[in-house]
């Protein structure tokens, strides 16, 4: 099965309804052996892409991964950048706002970490948990200090769904292209990925009473990803729904985004002025002597 980015990408102006939307898809790998050769020829383009960003220096990219607990954000973050230097990507996870963060506009926390140009910014969770979380639990907007509330709640997310695409739009006119990732998983997956964190010690850490607390609200928050994606899905900042029962395939679909994201900005090294080859012809017979 080749990886075809377009079968996952949410079309701008599109209706999203989720039970339409696969959570696992024919494997493009046969097995495991074949998985790993496949994830390292992805890994290996990444880097060589992450190198030419750098380099040329013109754009910087921007990832977002949005997805119910236990879906493999971590994971495909990990995974897929295994490669990357560090140097030219930074990986930031936001957890519910801080007092400081809450006196601010709700994009205020994340806009500050956004990448430069010439790297790579991961955001695991981002600025859309103020359209998913809060409208999950519109009780948490009174925390917010905000004036003015409009009496209908339906107001306060169209307000904020054009305020994240008036920001997604600005920074992609300045350069910075954006890559959506939303981690499809079924509920009955989740079920079993939190009994293994509950079976292996070695996962326990990553279990929370209150991943249980969430799931009561999978249909609410299905709801609340629908209306996001269906409103925020632009040609500049596009959602990519991606299938995520299978971790292993869900990375290769990650990753061959990405690479498709990359190599469409045709980047080159920069090119050596006459006068530069000059200045390295006369330092290279220094060197030589």
């Known amino acids: 099965m080749k990886i075809n980015a377009k079968d996952f990408r949410v079309r701008e102006g599109d209706e999203v309804h989720l039970q339409k939307w696969p959570t696992k898809v024919e494997p493009v ?15 290996a ?15 910087a990219v921007l990832l977002i991964f949005q997805a119910m607990d236990a879906a493999g954000k971590d994971g495909a973050i990990r995974h897929v950048m295994s490669g990357v230097n560090p140097q030219g990507c930074q990986v930031f996870s936001f957890k519910h706002p801080s007092a400081t963060e ?11 970490d956004l990448p430069e140009r010439g790297r790579i910014g991961i ?17 948490l907007l009174t925390g917010e200090g905000l004036p003015d509330l409009p009496k209908d709640p339906k107001e306060v997310w169209h307000d904020r769904y054009r305020s994240i695409t008036d920001l997604e739009k600005h920074l992609h006119a ?11 998983l079924s509920k009955e997956e989740q079920r079993k ?10 996962k326990n850490w990553k279990f929370s009473t209150a991943d249980i607390a969430e799931r009561k609200y999978w249909k609410d928050y299905m709801k609340a ?11 500049h900042a596009p959602w990519y729904v991606v299938p995520a029962d299978d971790k ?16 469409e900005l045709k980047m080159a090294y920069p090119k050596t002025s006459a006068q530069r080859r000059k200045e390295l012809a006369s330092i290279r017979k220094q060197l030589a002597k």
């Not at 790998?29 to 890994?43: A, C, I």
């Not at 383009?45 to 754009?59: E, P, T, V």
Request: glycine residues 2%; contains cysteine.
């Open 29 to 43: 790998y046969t097995s495991k052996e074949q998985y790993k050769e496949l994830l390292r020829e992805h890994v």
């Open 45 to 59: 383009m990444l880097s060589a892409q992450q190198q030419l960003l750098y380099a040329s220096n013109r754009y």
């Open 102 to 112: 809450l006196a601010h506009d709700f994009l205020w926390r994340t806009t500050r």
């Open 123 to 139: 955001f695991n969770r981002s600025y859309y948990e103020e359209v998913l979380v809060l409208r999950v639990h519109p009780e």
């Open 174 to 184: 300045n350069g910075t292209r954006i890559v959506k990732f939303f981690l499809h």
């Open 193 to 202: 990925r939190f009994l293994a964190r509950i079976d292996e010690p070695e």
């Open 225 to 235: 990803y629908e209306q996001c994606l269906g409103a925020t899905s632009t040609k």
């Open 248 to 263: 292993e395939n869900a990375r290769l679909i990650v990753s061959q985004i990405v690479l498709d994201t990359l190599e």
